[in-house]
Structure formats: C-alpha cells, structure tokens
C-alpha cells in the first residue's frame, strides 16, 4: 500500500545532506578518525562515550536528564557520570567481576542502571539489561544461557532473583541499589560501596572484538535468542545516531525505549552518548500527558519512539498534544514495527513534523534502513539503506529479486555492528547464513524502482490466502484508518478452501461498540482500500492485542490462541 500522494523532506545543513552520494563513496574507514582510541586497537567504547567529553569543554554539560513516575529529578553531568562511572567501575573490580563476566542489570530506569553500564564496559565485562517487569523465569533463562555471575538489581526486584538463585550456580554477586542494611550472603550494598571506592580508574583497554553488551531478542516470533555485540559497535552507533537520528551538539534528546530492547541500548545510552548529546530518561509507563509534559518541560528537541505509543497518542486525539507546548522538537523517529501511514499523516498534522520511520533487528547492533532529513520520505517504506550495508530482496535459494517482488530480506555480512555469536549457539548463529552468506533477517520486504524498502512482515507471518501473499501490516494499517479501530493484529487462519484466510483481531477506540453491523463495515472498509482478496474474512472484536515489553504485537500469541495451539514463551509479553 504506497501512498506515493504524500512525500516529504526535511531542509538539512548538517549531517548526511545527500544520501545517494554519500552511499556511493561512502568506506567503514573513514569514521574510524572521529575515535580517539582505534589506533592500536585498544579501544573502549567508555572512554568515547563519557570520558572523553568529561575532560573537554562538554564536561558540564548534562549527560542525563532524569526524573520518574514520582516527579523526582537529578541531572548528571558527563563529568559526574564519569566519576560515578569510574568509583562503580572500582567496586566491580573489588568483587572479582572480570574481563568476559556476564553481569545482568536488573533495575527501573533509574540513573544508576545508566552508570552501571558504563562501569560495566570500562571494566571489560558483558552487561546484560533486562526489563524490570520480568518475572523470575525470565530471569532465570538468560542467566542460565549466558552464565552470569552478578546481577546488579533493588531490593525490590531481589525477591524475584531470590525465587530462582538456587537454580543459577554460576551466579556469585547481587549488589543491591538503594538497600537496607541486611545483607545475605552474596549480597552487596551500591551505596555502601560506593562510599568506599576510589575515584580514580585506570581504564581496562579491550580489543575491538571483546565483547559489551548482551541482549536477548524481543520474542515476538519465538523463544528469545542472546544476541552478543562488541565493542566495535560504536562505529555503526556512532554514526547512525548523527545520520539518521540526526543528532547536533546542542540537542536534546529523548529516546522512550527501555535499556532491556535493543533500542533503549544502543540509542538510550551509546548513540547519543558517543555524539555527545545530552539526553533526557523518563523512568515511568506510557501516558499521553506525562509524555507532552516531558517534551514542553525539557525543550526536547530529537525524540525516538516506537509506533505502538504513537498510535496510541493518536488514539489520545489532537486536543491532548495542543494543550502543551510542542514546538521544541524538530525530529522524529520510529521504529520496531511498521509505521503506519496514517500515523505519518496525523504526526504532520498535530506535530507539524515527518516521522521518520527506520528498520534494524538486535541481531544488526545498528539502524539498517531508513528515511533521512534530506530523503523524501514515502510514507509506509522503511527508506534506504545507510551508507555502507548492502541490502537486497532474495528467493529461498538466495538469487536476487527485481523491484516489486516480495522476497526475505538479506544484508551483506560484515558491517561494523553485526552480532559476533548468538550465546553459546553457533547452530542458531549459523541459520541466520543458511541462505547464501548473506545475513538473512527473517524479515519479508521488497524495494521499489527508486530504491526505497518496503516491510511486508516477518517471514513466519505472511499470509498465503487462495494463492497471495499477504503481509498482515498492510491489513492492519488499514484496518486503524477506520474511524473507529485503535489498534489491530492479523494472522492467517488456516481453511480448506483458501489455504489460509485473512483474520483480524480488533480493539476498538472510545465511544465505539462491538456489532456485526460495525463488522460489515470494517470488511467493506478495508476491501475498497486494498485488493479484493486481502480483506479480513473474519474479524474478531478483541480488549487489546497481545504486545512484547518493547511494544509488538505477538501475532504468533492471536495465532495461537485462535487454534488452541500452545502459546510458547511469553517471557516477554507485556500484561494485558
Ligand atoms: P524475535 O527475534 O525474538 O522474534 P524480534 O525480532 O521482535 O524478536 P527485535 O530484534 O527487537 O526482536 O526486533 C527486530 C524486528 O522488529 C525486525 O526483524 C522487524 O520484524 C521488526 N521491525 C523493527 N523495525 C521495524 C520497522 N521500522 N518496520 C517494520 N518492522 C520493524
Ligand atoms: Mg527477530
């Protein structure tokens, strides 16, 4: 579905000013002279992000901007997130964490999570985010995988670790942010240890392929995988922060993703960090008037979400952004899911502004495809590729595609920022190359004759109705154009007739009630937007649509449950 009507573009002095040609000649080379420590290979992504602006004239400019649900503040300079970072970096050392050591942060956005990752890298160590709404199993399972031996958390959340400790031999350390004074075995208190840590760190030096940061995937089409980055990573960070981010010095920013996705980590914490931007954390759940308040109160300027709270300021109507004072912002993005076009519209419409929609997977390290200031943009296309990764629509046996057919995504391998192992399973790490030695993403696409990519849906997703194919983001992108529709998720349901038919699961918006009149006219609604044959034959009025933490919809969950089959793991899945 193109709506090839609308095309936007943004006037740019800086930054990637001409897409096309700065793909032509661009080289992974030339970013290495903006680091200051590639030149022996012994590098840390650390010293780029906070240390080095900590002893130039960006030393007292905010690093971070925090407050919480609660109304309580601080702001850290990058000055004081480096002596912070420096002094837990000590007390990492002190409890024997090491080089290679799996360390798990278990903790709200609260800064100290922020400092804890930054300790973490300048000791060498792999920190592992993990949301703090996860329950013990959770837990348990990516601890388990990746063997860790520390586990950063509050006394709060410690009861979830407690429930499962027993099952984790290899783990040695809790150390409790903000805890009392008992203490169990094992157990250390950050604030006491704090106080004893020097403030003088002598940097641990790694070597480009050392490892940084373990995630685990979002979950949305199976068991969540641990997906292993190193430090080289900062390359591809760095530089998309400032292409596609488009990220100046005196900007603001604020990305709403949590530090447990991919994108809280590369672009909550290293991206802007890396650029030297400050930018604003807001530890607390989604709410259309707290988020419009964030945004008038700390002048945000660059602001990166996903389009599951976007649809739901949409759903929150025009009236609730107008009564707050928008007009810092200057950029938006999105990702995760397919932006839908109507939101593009609404967001030109109530914010003045394009969103700018972009694609990457925790797998990619980076942003892979996507719109820039200086492209126009097609509303419903995920963009271009960045400089420097080349993407193409392949068959099952790896052969090209033209433009206009649907085919898997498949990325050249070796970009700056490629996970270096998927933990522990060199089998699973392997499948990803199954095809040819193109990365294959899993992801259904194709490109058009100008070059832009367009997300048809995951490969397990597409449906095959009476011999189409059909990508159930186009159906659900229509389906919210309905007046009275907040959100949607559809799968193919199997039938005798057709292979598969078309079912939509639907919640609808204030005001509006179930009826099988209302059901007529969504299938009438959506049949004369897209072709006859991908409207939904079914459609089922829902209370909401099962979502990961990081905001996607399970449509493996509807499936199902629509067949009675077993739902599989919801470790991730958000309470409904
Ligand atoms: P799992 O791999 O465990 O099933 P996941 O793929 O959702 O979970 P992530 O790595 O967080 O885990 O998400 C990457 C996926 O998200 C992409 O492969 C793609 O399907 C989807 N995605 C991300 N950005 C976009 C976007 N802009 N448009 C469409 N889909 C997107
Ligand atoms: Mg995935």
């Not at 373990?214 to 430090?231: D, E, Q, W």
């Not at 595609?401 to 970009?415: D, E, F, I, M, S």
Request: with cysteine; net charge negative; proline share 5%.
């Amino acid at each position: 579905m193109e709506y090839k009507e609308i095309i936007y573009k943004t006037p740019v002095k800086e930054g990637l000013i001409n897409h096309d040609k700065t793909y032509r000649d661009f080289e992974w080379k030339a970013v290495l002279d903006h680091f200051e420590c590639f030149s022996n290979n012994e590098v840390n992504i650390a010293h780029e992000a906070i240390d080095k602006h900590a002893t130039t004239n960006g030393k007292n400019k905010n690093a971070l901007i925090w407050e919480d649900e609660n109304g309580r503040q601080k702001e850290y300079t990058f000055q004081s997130i480096k002596r912070q970072s420096d002094k837990f970096a000590n007390v990492l050392k002190n409890i024997g964490i090491e080089k290679g050591d799996r360390v798990f942060l278990f903790l709200p956005r609260i800064p100290e999570l922020y400092i804890g990752i930054i300790a973490l890298a300048k000791v060498g160590a792999i920190a592992g985010p993990l949301f703090s709404a996860f329950g013990p199993e959770a837990v348990k399972d990516r601890l388990l995988d990746c063997k860790a031996k520390a586990i950063i958390t509050t006394p709060d959340l410690n009861q979830r670790v407690c429930e499962i400790k027993e099952q984790l031999p290899t783990l040695k350390h809790t150390i409790l942010v903000d805890s009392g004074n008992t203490l169990e075995e094992g157990e250390v208190s950050y604030a006491s240890e704090m106080n004893k840590a020097s403030e003088s760190y002598k940097m641990r030096w790694v070597d480009p392929e050392d490892y940084l940061y373990i995630l685990y995937t979002s979950g949305t089409t199976g068991k969540p995988k641990g997906v292993t980055h190193a430090h080289n990573d900062m390359i591809s960070q760095y530089l998309t922060t400032k292409w596609v981010l488009d990220l100046r010095e005196d900007d603001v920013y604020w990305c709403t993703a949590d530090p447990g996705w991919v994108t809280g980590t590369v672009y909550g914490i290293w991206g802007p960090w890396l650029n030297g931007v400050s930018q604003v954390v807001y530890d607390g759940r989604f709410d259309t008037e707290k988020w419009y308040s964030i945004i008038e109160k700390q002048k945000v300027t660059v602001w990166y979400t996903a389009p599951t709270a976007l649809r739901m300021l949409m759903k929150a109507g025009v009236k609730a952004a107008r009564n707050y004072d928008l007009s810092s912002l200057r950029y938006i993005c999105s990702v995760g899911e397919p932006l839908n076009p109507e939101v593009i519209k609404w967001g030109i419409e109530v914010y003045g502004l394009t969103i700018h929609d972009n694609w990457w997977q925790t797998e990619t390290g980076s942003i892979m495809i996507a719109n820039y200031p200086s492209l126009p943009v097609k509303p419903g296309s995920m963009g271009k590729p960045f400089p420097g990764i080349c993407a193409k629509i392949i068959d099952a046996k790896g052969k090209e595609l033209p433009p206009g057919q649907h085919g898997l995504l498949a990325l050249k391998r070796g970009w700056p920022s490629m996970m270096r192992e998927i933990w522990g399973n060199r089998d699973k790490f392997d499948e990803y190359f199954r095809v040819s030695d193109w990365f294959a993403t899993g992801d259904t696409a194709y490109v058009d004759d100008d070059g832009y990519f367009w997300f048809v849906g995951r490969a397990d997703d597409v449906i095959n109705t009476a011999g189409h194919r059909v990508g159930p983001f186009e159906v659900e992108s229509a389906l919210v154009e309905h007046d009275a529709i907040a959100e949607a998720g559809v799968i193919g349901k199997p039938d005798t007739e057709r292979g598969e038919i078309i079912k939509a699961f639907v919640v609808l918006g204030q005001g509006h009630q179930p009826s099988d009149s209302l059901r007529d006219d969504i299938k009438g609604f959506v049949k004369n937007r897209l072709a006859a044959h991908a409207y939904p034959r079914e459609i089922e009025f829902i209370e909401s649509v099962p979502k990961t933490r990081s905001g996607k919809i399970m449509r493996r969950v509807l499936k199902a449950r629509e067949l009675g089959l077993p739902t599989g793991d919801l470790s991730t899945l958000e309470e409904e």
